[in-house]
Protein backbone atom coordinates (compact mmCIF):
# COMPACT_ATOMS: atom_id res chain seq x y z
CA UNK A 1 0.00 0.00 0.00
CA UNK A 2 1.09 3.48 -0.33
CA UNK A 3 0.08 6.11 2.20
CA UNK A 4 -0.74 9.62 1.73
CA UNK A 5 -0.06 11.79 4.90
CA UNK A 6 -2.01 15.16 4.80
CA UNK A 7 -1.73 17.78 7.79
CA UNK A 8 -5.10 20.05 9.01
CA UNK A 9 -5.33 22.68 10.44
CA UNK A 10 -1.59 22.56 11.15
CA UNK A 11 -1.74 19.12 12.76
CA UNK A 12 0.86 16.56 11.17
CA UNK A 13 -0.25 12.89 10.08
CA UNK A 14 -3.65 14.36 11.30
CA UNK A 15 -5.34 11.70 9.01
CA UNK A 16 -3.48 8.54 7.05
CA UNK A 17 -5.19 7.63 3.65
CA UNK A 18 -3.89 4.09 3.03
CA UNK A 19 -5.02 3.16 -0.65
CA UNK A 20 -3.75 0.92 -3.53
CA UNK A 21 -2.61 1.95 -7.08
CA UNK A 22 -5.35 0.31 -9.20
CA UNK A 23 -7.93 1.47 -12.03
CA UNK A 24 -11.00 2.50 -11.32
CA UNK A 25 -13.48 -0.60 -10.80
CA UNK A 26 -16.83 -0.59 -12.36
CA UNK A 27 -19.56 -3.35 -12.95
CA UNK A 28 -18.46 -6.46 -14.08
CA UNK A 29 -15.04 -5.62 -11.93
CA UNK A 30 -12.51 -7.85 -10.72
CA UNK A 31 -12.99 -8.71 -6.95
CA UNK A 32 -10.27 -9.68 -4.87
CA UNK A 33 -9.64 -13.40 -3.94
CA UNK A 34 -12.35 -15.35 -2.36
CA UNK A 35 -14.77 -12.41 -2.58
CA UNK A 36 -16.81 -13.72 -5.61
CA UNK A 37 -17.40 -16.72 -3.19
CA UNK A 38 -18.97 -14.80 -0.41
CA UNK A 39 -20.88 -12.68 -1.94
CA UNK A 40 -22.58 -16.05 -3.95
CA UNK A 41 -22.95 -17.43 -0.04
CA UNK A 42 -24.53 -14.22 0.82
CA UNK A 43 -26.88 -13.83 -2.14
CA UNK A 44 -28.13 -17.34 -2.33
CA UNK A 45 -28.64 -17.65 1.71
CA UNK A 46 -31.38 -14.41 1.32
CA UNK A 47 -33.49 -16.57 -1.56
CA UNK A 48 -37.01 -16.63 0.20
CA UNK A 49 -36.45 -13.98 2.76
CA UNK A 50 -39.09 -11.39 3.79
CA UNK A 51 -38.13 -9.58 6.89
CA UNK A 52 -35.62 -8.61 9.42
CA UNK A 53 -35.88 -12.28 11.60
CA UNK A 54 -35.74 -14.14 8.26
CA UNK A 55 -32.36 -12.62 6.89
CA UNK A 56 -31.27 -12.69 11.02
CA UNK A 57 -31.90 -16.65 10.57
CA UNK A 58 -30.14 -16.98 7.72
CA UNK A 59 -27.09 -14.68 8.44
CA UNK A 60 -26.82 -17.11 11.05
CA UNK A 61 -26.80 -20.37 9.15
CA UNK A 62 -24.71 -18.81 6.90
CA UNK A 63 -21.75 -17.89 9.24
CA UNK A 64 -22.10 -21.26 11.30
CA UNK A 65 -20.38 -22.76 7.85
CA UNK A 66 -17.36 -21.19 9.12
CA UNK A 67 -14.92 -23.11 11.15
CA UNK A 68 -14.04 -20.97 14.46
CA UNK A 69 -9.87 -20.78 14.25
CA UNK A 70 -8.13 -22.81 16.91
CA UNK A 71 -6.15 -21.46 19.38
CA UNK A 72 -8.64 -19.65 22.11
CA UNK A 73 -11.28 -20.39 24.85
CA UNK A 74 -14.43 -19.06 24.11
CA UNK A 75 -16.87 -18.43 27.64
CA UNK A 76 -20.62 -17.36 27.60
CA UNK A 77 -20.48 -13.98 29.93
CA UNK A 78 -23.47 -11.57 31.37
CA UNK A 79 -22.07 -7.92 31.12
CA UNK A 80 -24.12 -6.69 33.17
CA UNK A 81 -27.20 -7.81 31.59
CA UNK A 82 -25.85 -7.30 28.28
CA UNK A 83 -25.26 -11.54 27.13
CA UNK A 84 -22.14 -12.33 24.68
CA UNK A 85 -18.85 -14.25 24.43
CA UNK A 86 -15.30 -13.73 26.18
CA UNK A 87 -12.68 -14.96 23.96
CA UNK A 88 -9.39 -15.10 25.02
CA UNK A 89 -6.35 -16.27 22.98
CA UNK A 90 -4.27 -19.42 24.45
CA UNK A 91 -1.24 -18.12 25.23
CA UNK A 92 0.45 -19.34 28.29
CA UNK A 93 -0.94 -17.24 31.11
CA UNK A 94 -0.24 -14.21 29.61
CA UNK A 95 -4.27 -13.17 30.23
CA UNK A 96 -3.87 -10.90 33.42
CA UNK A 97 -1.73 -8.67 30.97
CA UNK A 98 -3.48 -8.69 28.29
CA UNK A 99 -5.99 -5.48 27.41
CA UNK A 100 -9.09 -6.02 26.29
CA UNK A 101 -11.21 -5.44 22.91
CA UNK A 102 -14.58 -4.58 23.16
CA UNK A 103 -16.51 -6.21 19.81
CA UNK A 104 -19.64 -4.77 18.43
CA UNK A 105 -20.72 -6.87 15.63
CA UNK A 106 -22.44 -5.75 12.70
CA UNK A 107 -25.77 -6.32 11.14
CA UNK A 108 -28.21 -3.97 9.84
CA UNK A 109 -28.97 -3.05 13.85
CA UNK A 110 -31.28 -6.29 13.34
CA UNK A 111 -28.92 -9.24 12.58
CA UNK A 112 -25.39 -10.57 13.47
CA UNK A 113 -24.65 -12.17 17.32
CA UNK A 114 -21.92 -13.31 19.15
CA UNK A 115 -22.27 -16.66 17.36
CA UNK A 116 -22.18 -15.63 13.47
CA UNK A 117 -19.31 -13.14 14.46
CA UNK A 118 -16.84 -16.14 16.49
CA UNK A 119 -14.61 -16.23 13.80
CA UNK A 120 -13.70 -12.41 12.45
CA UNK A 121 -13.90 -11.99 16.73
CA UNK A 122 -11.20 -14.84 17.43
CA UNK A 123 -9.21 -14.24 14.61
CA UNK A 124 -8.54 -10.34 15.69
CA UNK A 125 -8.12 -11.71 19.21
CA UNK A 126 -5.28 -13.86 18.53
CA UNK A 127 -3.69 -11.20 16.06
CA UNK A 128 -3.96 -8.44 18.86
CA UNK A 129 -2.80 -10.68 21.92
CA UNK A 130 -5.98 -9.68 23.14
CA UNK A 131 -9.14 -10.80 25.06
CA UNK A 132 -12.38 -9.76 22.97
CA UNK A 133 -16.12 -8.87 24.98
CA UNK A 134 -18.39 -10.07 21.86
CA UNK A 135 -21.28 -8.91 23.16
CA UNK A 136 -25.08 -9.20 22.11
CA UNK A 137 -26.92 -6.04 22.42
CA UNK A 138 -30.58 -5.98 21.65
CA UNK A 139 -31.73 -5.84 17.96
CA UNK A 140 -34.35 -4.88 15.95
CA UNK A 141 -37.26 -5.33 15.45
CA UNK A 142 -37.30 -5.82 18.82
CA UNK A 143 -35.43 -3.19 20.52
CA UNK A 144 -34.91 0.33 18.40
CA UNK A 145 -32.94 3.28 19.17
CA UNK A 146 -30.70 4.01 21.55
CA UNK A 147 -31.26 0.60 22.84
CA UNK A 148 -28.14 -0.77 20.66
CA UNK A 149 -26.06 2.10 22.39
CA UNK A 150 -27.08 1.86 25.49
CA UNK A 151 -26.40 -1.57 26.08
CA UNK A 152 -22.69 -0.48 24.04
CA UNK A 153 -22.22 1.68 27.19
CA UNK A 154 -23.38 -0.58 29.63
CA UNK A 155 -20.66 -3.22 28.20
CA UNK A 156 -17.74 -0.99 28.77
CA UNK A 157 -18.58 0.14 31.94
CA UNK A 158 -18.82 -3.74 32.81
CA UNK A 159 -15.29 -3.69 31.78
CA UNK A 160 -14.39 -0.93 33.97
CA UNK A 161 -16.03 -2.32 36.44
CA UNK A 162 -14.01 -6.03 35.92
CA UNK A 163 -10.73 -3.90 36.81
CA UNK A 164 -9.35 -2.59 32.81
CA UNK A 165 -8.38 0.98 32.77
CA UNK A 166 -9.36 2.27 29.95
CA UNK A 167 -5.71 2.25 28.46
CA UNK A 168 -6.34 -1.49 28.36
CA UNK A 169 -9.44 -1.63 26.35
CA UNK A 170 -10.48 -0.63 22.57
CA UNK A 171 -13.54 -0.64 20.71
CA UNK A 172 -13.86 -2.53 17.00
CA UNK A 173 -16.60 -3.14 14.80
CA UNK A 174 -18.08 -3.46 11.24
CA UNK A 175 -20.78 -2.32 9.64
CA UNK A 176 -23.54 -1.12 12.15
CA UNK A 177 -21.43 -1.93 14.80
CA UNK A 178 -18.80 0.66 13.41
CA UNK A 179 -21.54 2.96 14.19
CA UNK A 180 -21.78 1.54 17.63
CA UNK A 181 -18.42 1.86 18.46
CA UNK A 182 -18.08 5.72 17.20
CA UNK A 183 -21.46 6.65 19.49
CA UNK A 184 -20.32 4.41 22.37
CA UNK A 185 -17.30 6.92 22.11
CA UNK A 186 -19.63 10.11 22.04
CA UNK A 187 -21.26 8.90 24.88
CA UNK A 188 -18.42 8.12 27.28
CA UNK A 189 -16.52 11.46 26.34
CA UNK A 190 -20.18 13.05 26.90
CA UNK A 191 -20.28 11.69 30.51
CA UNK A 192 -16.59 12.56 31.14
CA UNK A 193 -15.66 8.94 31.66
CA UNK A 194 -12.24 7.62 30.88
CA UNK A 195 -11.95 7.05 26.85
CA UNK A 196 -10.48 3.34 25.42
CA UNK A 197 -7.33 3.67 23.81
CA UNK A 198 -8.16 3.71 19.96
CA UNK A 199 -11.36 3.12 17.97
CA UNK A 200 -11.56 0.29 14.95
CA UNK A 201 -14.49 1.00 12.44
CA UNK A 202 -14.82 -1.63 9.80
CA UNK A 203 -17.08 -0.44 6.62
CA UNK A 204 -19.15 1.33 8.94
CA UNK A 205 -22.53 2.92 8.80
CA UNK A 206 -21.63 7.15 9.90
CA UNK A 207 -24.57 8.66 8.44
CA UNK A 208 -28.07 7.29 8.92
CA UNK A 209 -29.31 9.71 6.15
CA UNK A 210 -27.46 7.75 3.25
CA UNK A 211 -26.75 11.00 1.77
CA UNK A 212 -22.78 9.99 1.02
CA UNK A 213 -22.85 10.24 -3.12
CA UNK A 214 -21.37 6.50 -3.55
CA UNK A 215 -24.57 5.44 -1.74
CA UNK A 216 -25.64 6.03 -5.63
CA UNK A 217 -22.65 6.16 -7.90
CA UNK A 218 -21.33 2.54 -6.09
CA UNK A 219 -24.95 1.69 -6.58
CA UNK A 220 -23.91 -0.97 -9.40
CA UNK A 221 -20.55 -2.26 -7.87
CA UNK A 222 -22.04 -3.28 -4.37
CA UNK A 223 -23.27 -6.60 -4.24
CA UNK A 224 -24.05 -6.05 -0.83
CA UNK A 225 -26.00 -3.79 0.05
CA UNK A 226 -28.56 -1.31 -1.41
CA UNK A 227 -29.73 2.21 -0.33
CA UNK A 228 -33.19 1.77 -0.70
CA UNK A 229 -32.06 -0.92 2.05
CA UNK A 230 -30.40 1.27 4.05
CA UNK A 231 -33.16 3.92 4.42
CA UNK A 232 -35.80 1.11 5.48
CA UNK A 233 -33.29 0.24 8.18
CA UNK A 234 -32.92 3.41 9.78
CA UNK A 235 -36.55 4.28 9.47
CA UNK A 236 -37.25 1.00 11.61
CA UNK A 237 -34.35 2.03 13.83
CA UNK A 238 -35.16 5.74 14.73
CA UNK A 239 -38.69 5.11 14.86
CA UNK A 240 -39.13 8.24 14.28
CA UNK A 241 -36.46 10.10 15.35
CA UNK A 242 -34.39 12.54 13.75
CA UNK A 243 -31.40 10.18 11.61
CA UNK A 244 -29.35 13.32 11.33
CA UNK A 245 -29.02 13.61 15.15
CA UNK A 246 -25.53 13.20 16.13
CA UNK A 247 -26.30 10.90 18.95
CA UNK A 248 -27.49 8.41 16.09
CA UNK A 249 -25.36 9.77 13.06
CA UNK A 250 -21.39 9.86 13.89
CA UNK A 251 -20.75 12.16 10.44
CA UNK A 252 -22.77 14.73 11.90
CA UNK A 253 -21.07 14.92 15.40
CA UNK A 254 -18.21 17.34 17.05
CA UNK A 255 -15.77 14.66 17.57
CA UNK A 256 -13.30 16.29 19.44
CA UNK A 257 -11.41 14.31 22.28
CA UNK A 258 -11.74 11.15 20.83
CA UNK A 259 -9.54 8.45 20.56
CA UNK A 260 -7.01 7.32 17.20
CA UNK A 261 -9.52 5.75 14.92
CA UNK A 262 -8.95 3.49 12.25
CA UNK A 263 -11.37 3.12 9.52
CA UNK A 264 -11.57 0.35 6.84
CA UNK A 265 -13.64 0.20 3.36
CA UNK A 266 -14.15 -1.39 0.56
CA UNK A 267 -13.45 1.11 -2.91
CA UNK A 268 -16.62 -0.13 -4.50
CA UNK A 269 -19.05 -0.20 -1.32
CA UNK A 270 -22.25 2.49 -0.60
CA UNK A 271 -20.65 3.20 2.31
CA UNK A 272 -17.32 4.77 0.77
CA UNK A 273 -18.05 8.07 1.90
CA UNK A 274 -19.26 7.33 5.20
CA UNK A 275 -15.45 6.04 5.95
CA UNK A 276 -14.16 9.03 3.71
CA UNK A 277 -16.67 11.76 5.45
CA UNK A 278 -16.10 10.27 8.54
CA UNK A 279 -11.97 10.46 8.27
CA UNK A 280 -12.15 14.01 6.85
CA UNK A 281 -14.46 14.63 10.26
CA UNK A 282 -12.08 13.31 12.66
CA UNK A 283 -9.77 15.05 11.35
CA UNK A 284 -10.84 18.91 11.82
CA UNK A 285 -11.72 17.67 14.73
CA UNK A 286 -7.87 17.08 15.68
CA UNK A 287 -8.71 13.01 15.86
CA UNK A 288 -5.50 11.09 14.72
CA UNK A 289 -7.27 9.23 11.80
CA UNK A 290 -6.04 6.04 9.40
CA UNK A 291 -8.31 5.25 6.63
CA UNK A 292 -7.86 1.89 4.22
CA UNK A 293 -9.56 1.63 1.11
CA UNK A 294 -9.35 -1.69 0.09
CA UNK A 295 -9.88 -2.30 -3.68
CA UNK A 296 -11.80 -5.41 -4.93
CA UNK A 297 -13.26 -5.96 -1.20
CA UNK A 298 -16.84 -5.29 -0.05
CA UNK A 299 -18.87 -4.85 2.92
CA UNK A 300 -17.84 -6.85 5.90
CA UNK A 301 -15.16 -8.63 3.75
CA UNK A 302 -13.43 -9.16 7.16
CA UNK A 303 -15.79 -11.49 8.59
CA UNK A 304 -14.65 -14.09 5.83
CA UNK A 305 -10.82 -14.52 6.89
CA UNK A 306 -10.57 -18.15 6.02
CA UNK A 307 -11.49 -17.58 2.74
CA UNK A 308 -10.36 -14.41 1.70
CA UNK A 309 -6.84 -13.32 2.25
CA UNK A 310 -7.50 -9.73 2.32
CA UNK A 311 -9.99 -10.39 5.03
CA UNK A 312 -6.63 -12.19 7.20
CA UNK A 313 -4.39 -9.00 6.42
CA UNK A 314 -7.18 -6.43 7.38
CA UNK A 315 -7.77 -7.99 10.86
CA UNK A 316 -3.81 -7.41 10.95
CA UNK A 317 -3.53 -4.52 9.97
CA UNK A 318 -6.70 -3.58 13.02
CA UNK A 319 -4.57 -5.55 15.51
CA UNK A 320 -1.88 -4.08 14.86
CA UNK A 321 -3.32 -0.60 15.49
CA UNK A 322 -5.09 -1.50 18.35
CA UNK A 323 -1.20 -2.99 20.07
CA UNK A 324 0.08 -0.13 18.80
CA UNK A 325 -2.43 2.80 20.78
CA UNK A 326 -2.82 0.09 23.78
CA UNK A 327 1.22 0.54 24.21
CA UNK A 328 1.23 4.21 24.37
CA UNK A 329 -1.88 4.59 26.22
CA UNK A 330 0.21 2.50 28.44
CA UNK A 331 3.01 4.56 28.37
CA UNK A 332 1.38 7.47 29.11
CA UNK A 333 -0.58 6.55 32.43
Not at 127 to 134: F, P
Not at 203 to 228: E, F, K, W, Y
Request: proline content about 6%; some cysteine.
Amino acid sequence: MRSLIMSTLGLMAALTLETTDVAAQGPGEKYGEGIATIVALRQQSLIGTRDFIDRRTAFEKLMARFPVPEGATIRTVDADGVPGKWIAPDDGGQAATRGVILYLHGGGFYSGSSDSHRVLATTLAKAADADVLLVDYRRLPEAVYPAQIDDAVTSYEWLRKQGYPASRIALAGESAGGNLVLELALRLRGANQPLPSSMVAMSPIMDLTASGASTRTNAARDPVLQRDGLLNVTQVYMHGKDPRNPDASPMFADLHGLPPLLLQVGAGELLLDDSLGLAGAAARDDVPVTVQVWPGMVHQWQLFPGVVPDARRALGDCAEFIKAHMAVARSDR
